[in-house]
């Protein structure tokens, strides 16, 4: 089998992007981790598919392939990258565009200066929608204190931007121990579905630095959605105002919130075109 694709990046955060809207291609999950493969295939945190509108309403339905090639919920750089990737290939002139993710819709919008910004909807706390399971924490006020495998406790606040995220302040992301803990915050019991674990570095109330290990991925260069979850934990802490300048490893994020119940945190950043491409598939995946 053989596909055409476009290589993308979001401050770092890179994306092979597929056009589905024609008709859908027979991927399984073997396929997806080809493509995302660094050696073998194109290279890829994660693979975004670009589908027909399944209902009324909304312009193109967006999903999100891990580089594990399991489908997750929401992915914030991806979304800036699909918006310039509809719009680059012609597939709609609409501005803002309305897309269908897992767990609801996505308002993305392309700005005068190059930047994509994107209304993510209003973060979720209660432990059934992030999933969070409460019996595997201990309490601590609004946030949680997990017990991490070796006898090490962290505290976490715990929120879901469309998917699941665990944040916690350090003193330097350049030092935070995410390869050691990553792995072991992604799966731990707390979290049925793995979690993004985020570790954010405060320098003022309206800049910060971020790492993210994500569920599936590893550490990326940056995490829209975890740039989001790190910005509304820092608020809902006391830490943070909004706006907020997040600087990843990739690149600069600017994150709103007003901090108010029920209220869309909107993500603003870049979004870049690397290359367009043809692959093969090899014939035994």
């Keep these: 089998m053989r596909i055409r694709f476009t290589k993308m990046h979001g401050a770092g955060n890179d994306f092979v992007v597929l056009d589905e809207t024609q008709h859908r291609l027979p991927l399984t999950p073997a396929h997806y981790r080809y493509l995302a493969d660094r050696h073998r295939g194109v290279g890829a945190d994660q693979i975004l598919s670009v589908r027909p509108p399944p209902h009324d309403g909304v312009d193109f339905e967006y999903v999100i392939h891990n580089a594990d090639g399991g489908e997750v919920e929401q992915c914030g750089n991806g979304s800036r990258c699909f918006v310039r990737y509809v719009h680059e290939q012609g597939l709609t002139t609409r501005n ?24 993510m909807g209003a973060p979720a706390f209660e432990p059934a929608r992030i999933p969070f399971l409460p019996e595997h924490a201990q309490p601590e006020g609004d946030h949680w204190r997990l017990a991490l495998p070796g006898g090490e406790t962290v505290a976490m606040d715990v929120v879901s931007m469309g998917n699941p995220h665990a944040v916690q302040r350090v003193d330097d992301v350049d030092t935070a121990p995410v390869a050691s803990q990553g792995p072991l915050i992604e799966h731990h019991p707390a979290f049925p579905q793995r979690v993004n674990a985020g570790f954010l570095q405060v320098q003022t109330p309206h800049q910060v630095r971020l790492r993210v290990f994500e569920r599936g991925s590893g550490e990326t ?13 820092g608020i809902r802490r006391g830490w943070l105002a909004s706006p907020v300048e997040v600087q990843t490893r990739g690149g600069a994020l600017r994150i709103e919130w007003t901090g108010e119940a029920g209220a869309s945190v909107f993500m603003t950043g870049p979004a870049t075109t690397v290359f367009h491409g043809e692959l093969e598939f090899p014939p035994d995946l």
């Design 96 to 119: 803002p565009v309305r897309v269908q993710v897992k767990q609801g819709q996505l308002e993305l919008r392309e700005l005068a200066d190059g930047r994509v910004q994107v209304d």
């Design 221 to 233: 260069l940056a995490c829209g959605t975890g740039a989001c979850a790190a910005v509304v934990a």
